[in-house]
């Protein structure tokens, strides 16, 4: 396949890290526990910045915040929070560091109630197919992640607000959301 000639969200431009996100892992459904923790955190890292800066940090959060694993994460102190502030590999915002470390404590606590982060966050739930016919259409929110949002900070979660949630779910395949006339959309998927 040409990958020039091949046509896709109009989101993904040009840079390769992009372009690949885009093409192998944005919309597909996430059934693993470290990996919707990193992608919650990753989400949460990006509110007022760009995803391409986070992209391009990710593998700095990857070791910053030993692989996701939450049981390690929870257990960071303030001398942890003081050497992640020092880290030029990912965001150095305390309030977001701090929120990694919260969340990690919520998400063992959602594993001992449900079992896991995956029973909890998909419940039965399957791929919402969205027929968007250009990005101008999506929304920044939908009612599903304003419930989602809603929840989660009921159970003490931050840096989780409904538009961070509906980018959330679109990236880990709650929704697809690649617009009609992407090679990606479900529908086309063999």
């Known amino acids: 396949m040409n990958a020039a000639l091949v046509s896709r969200c109009p989101w993904s431009g040009d840079d390769p890290l992009y372009t690949a996100y885009h093409d192998d892992e944005w919309g597909v459904p996430v059934h693993d526990d470290r990996r919707l ?6 989400e949460g890292a990006q509110a007022g910045l760009s995803w391409i800066t986070i992209l391009r940090k990710r593998e700095g959060y990857r070791r910053a915040f030993v692989g996701f694993d939450p049981k390690r994460v929870a257990r ?5 929070i ?3 502030m020092e880290d030029a ?5 305390r309030a977001k560091i701090a929120s990694t470390i919260n ?3 919520r998400v063992l606590e ?4 449900f079992g896991s982060l995956d029973a909890f966050l998909w419940r039965g739930n399957k791929t919402v197919v969205n027929d968007w016919r250009d990005t101008s259409q999506i929304p920044p929110s939908t009612p599903e992640s304003k419930a989602l949002s809603k929840e989660l900070k009921r159970r003490g979660f931050s840096f989780v607000g409904p538009t961070t949630m509906y980018a959330f779910m679109q990236a880990c395949g709650f929704v697809d959301d690649h617009i009609a006339t992407c090679f990606r959309r479900t529908a086309k998927r063999p």
């Open 110 to 113: 959602i594993q001992r109630e």
């Open 76 to 80: 960071f102190s303030d001398r942890d």
């Open 89 to 93: 590999s990912i965001v150095r915002n």
């Open 37 to 42: 923790f990193e992608v919650l955190t990753l």
């Open 103 to 105: 969340n990690a404590g």
């Open 82 to 84: 003081a050497r992640l």
